[in-house]
């Protein structure tokens, strides 16, 4: 560059005609004798010479191996963000041009039946964590009760133990009947009687969050009365659990607040932000709202004419053009996916915990640069990953289980309630869900070890076998499946514009 | 995550079942007593706790205003091109089920006379670069002439620069009409008797190019002679030329090295390398070859069925559907344009470098970058640029333009050349290459404030109107138009197939 620079600025210095160079030449010569005025002076410098050496030195080709610096390739970051906008904006003229509009709203047929069992659902749920909360309280009861009367002798110890192993057998069998049935009550009606999809993954939805906070809920009551009742031996619990110690965590509102709370992990006390944003509040729900639009709009107009052409592919077994449909599909239900992920656990759970000033905002950490299946799944859930490092993961290793066969144990679990809340609510238990977590597991052992590299190399590829496996491939594949399997039970797609 | 981890941790010490903790709490309180052996002893950790205060301080959700760091989305960058190759896969999927495979090597007609001709233009070139030879010695003989007698009186050298002015007249006429037939001519043969547009653009493009180099050498050799005649009033020449001095640099030897060598600017003397390593050679080459057929392939199988499919289209001027195919055409340009940007830039110049030993290899720099339109045409093509600046923005200047000025006449000039080399070889004197290029001195304008802009996000917007302007609208846009002045004339489409 500094040739050229050095060319510019002898370009602008300069300021006459180039052919007639030669006799300011002889002019300047001249000017040498008399006086030279400021035109003279001027013209002394004012000649142009094509002459100027480009090319001085020895350089690479900035994109040569040999080069010294290798340039930066951002420009090429924005193009990649322009193109993919271009090629789906022409998507969506094609799709215009092929289908024009197909949102409708009276094309849904919610039938009576179904909002009505739904809500039955919902209202049933605060009565069985009432029974959940009563059978707490009469454990506690029975905890006070026997560390009422201090005695120190080792058999008087002896009965108690007898006595809290007998209860929490009772208060174990009771907790496990009226959590269960819940949970089975509603898989049922949801299977047999509420047609609709959408309502009937609510309910499920529902359903299993307050079975799960129920397990908490008991386990966590357990050993809170376990160091109750034997401070001495007591390993000694959170500060934060002291503002509240055991007998007195155990009422109404305190199971209420855990109810209500973003956690499946149920503690007596939590860390609690000191006021309620209100314009906080409004915009997450806003957020909600818009993004809830914007993924209705997004299924009706480029998710369903997608599925509804693939299933004649799909029932031909047309492998081209079934890889074709899933590819098709797969940048919708991507986008789909992030915008559901971004309205529930950032838009609505914030807005839920500043409305019940619950302080650890944690659902999420950056799963998005996940290096492996396995730092994925401990990041992009944290609610539910919590619940099962603490209730399940932890205890089994605890119990002398490999990590792998603990880890295995919380998948098993996971692909259970997945397929329950996917299954159900869409009539076929054709086990996609089920299989698809468990399929998690080969992933995670085939990435951990990339996860583990030095460089950045091993991460990005972890990072992208994550997303084909997991975006790209897995959740298209999985809707096309459930689809097909609907279309095979009722035939109608209508019903699936939701 | 510090109270996880620590959780964990306690996991693992523990090593035995939930459900009899208690009984362990009383062996634990035993084991008091009695010396603990080694199992009792790890007994005493091996009891786990539900009561793990998972939610320990407030945190915020790392998309949040309110979190303290904002998260990095690398991994965003690695699914953007994961879902680029998915997208074009899925199109390459959907052209083969639309039209097969559409390559065939004999559908091409190479016409004879096309080869004939074309062969017979590359074969006119040297010759008038021995004209250009011949004219330029002549001049130097007279140089030499009057130089050798040496005379101090003024009325001497006024003579001495009047036969000067008259030579240079003189050369320069002789120069021009050299140049300027040669150019003629073979335009005038490529428009009206080499159909193939591929032949075509070949002998153009050659055409142009000597005579780029052509003009470069006159004017260079002119101010040459200029300061041989008058070393005290030179102002110096770069050092590079000392080793040799004006007359000396008019040889044909010279001359052919200057035809050969990549680039547009005249020096007596250039930047060399020490050998030829021949494996670089072979290399680039082998990169120039595959990314020929690569664009082949491309043009043949991709962007041949959607200019076609655009005919129809355009004809009825349905706005919708040719915004719809200048966005497919867009992708599939801009890979071609890439694809030919590293073929011609990196491994044909860089090859050819190598075996003239050419030291200066800065055929571009990181134009990818851009963040204004400017420093695109200043970087993406240097020769031209460079020969642009030396023989015309910068004597210009010298002349007292303005630099917009000076730039406009540039952008006028390399707009003639690129409708030559556009419209010639398609026999479409259309304009819109000169257009396209005069477009570019309002966008320049538009962006130059963005690119002096201080954080990096004027850049990006500056770098994204480069991108939008010139590859995802400009090259497709024009190609259609191309194409459809093609179809209007010769409506046939299998000649296209290049």
Not at 401 to 423: D, N, R, T
Request: hydrophobic letters at 45%.
């Amino acid at each position: 560059m500094a040739s050229q620079t050095g060319a510019v600025t002898t370009a602008h210095e300069h300021s006459s005609a180039q052919a007639n160079g030669i006799t300011e030449n002889h002019q300047v010569d001249a000017s040498a004798s008399d006086p030279a005025p400021a035109p003279i002076g001027k013209k002394r410098h004012s000649k142009y010479r094509h002459v100027a050496a480009y090319h001085a030195q020895l350089r690479h080709s900035s994109l040569s191996r040999d080069a010294e610096v290798t340039p930066s390739f951002l420009g090429f970051r924005n193009l990649m963000v322009l193109v993919l906008v271009a090629m789906n904006l022409r998507l969506i003229i094609e799709n215009f041009m092929k289908y024009g509009v197909l949102i409708c709203i009276k094309c849904h047929d919610y039938r009576k039946q179904d909002i009505v069992l739904g809500s039955i659902l919902f209202a049933l749920v605060p009565c069985h964590l009432f029974l959940a909360y009563a059978i707490e309280l009469s454990a506690a009861g029975a905890a006070k009760q026997t560390v009422g009367q201090q005695k120190k002798s080792a058999e008087e110890k002896e009965r108690d133990q007898q006595r809290f192993r007998s209860t929490w057998r009772y208060t174990a069998l009771l907790h496990t009947l009226n959590a269960t049935i819940c949970l089975a009550l509603t898989s049922f009606v949801v299977y047999f009687y509420i047609h609709h999809p959408g309502i009937g993954t609510l309910c499920q939805l529902h359903a299993i969050i307050v079975w799960l906070k129920n397990c908490s809920y008991a386990f966590t009551n357990r050993d809170l009365r376990l160091a109750f009742l034997n401070p001495s031996a007591d390993p000694g619990l959170p500060e934060i659990y002291a503002t509240c110690p055991y007998p007195r965590n155990v009422t109404l509102k305190n199971l209420a607040y855990f109810w209500m709370a973003p956690t499946l992990v149920y503690q007596p006390v939590y860390p609690r932000t000191a006021s309620i944003r209100w314009s906080f509040v409004a915009k997450r729900l806003a957020e909600f709202v818009g993004l809830a639009v914007f993924i209705w709009l997004l299924s009706a107009q480029y998710a369903a004419p997608v599925l509804r052409n693939s299933i004649d592919k799909i029932a031909v077994m047309d492998i081209a053009s079934i890889l074709e449909r899933v590819m098709k599909l797969s940048t919708i239900s991507l986008i789909i996916w992030l915008a559901g992920f971004f309205a529930l656990f950032q838009a609505l759970l914030n807005a839920l915990a500043e409305v019940m000033q619950f302080g650890d905002r944690e659902f999420y950490t950056d799963w998005w640069n996940s290096s492996s299946l396995g730092v994925y799944w401990r990041s992009w859930n944290r609610p539910v990953y919590l619940f099962m490092k603490r209730h399940v993961y932890s205890p089994l290793v605890g119990r002398g289980w490999s990590p792998l066969a603990a880890s295995g144990m919380v998948f098993s679990l996971s692909a259970i309630l997945h397929e329950m809340l996917v299954g159900i609510p869409t009539h076929n238990f054709i086990g996609v869900a089920f299989f698809g977590m468990m399929f998690q597991l080969p992933l995670i052992a085939l990435t951990a070890p990339l996860e583990k590299m030095r460089g950045p190399q091993g991460k990005t590829i972890g990072n992208c076998i994550f997303w084909v496996s997991f975006c790209l491939v897995g959740q298209p594949l999985g809707a096309l499946l459930y689809f097909f399997a609907w279309q095979a039970k009722y035939g109608s797609v209508s019903r699936m514009r939701v």
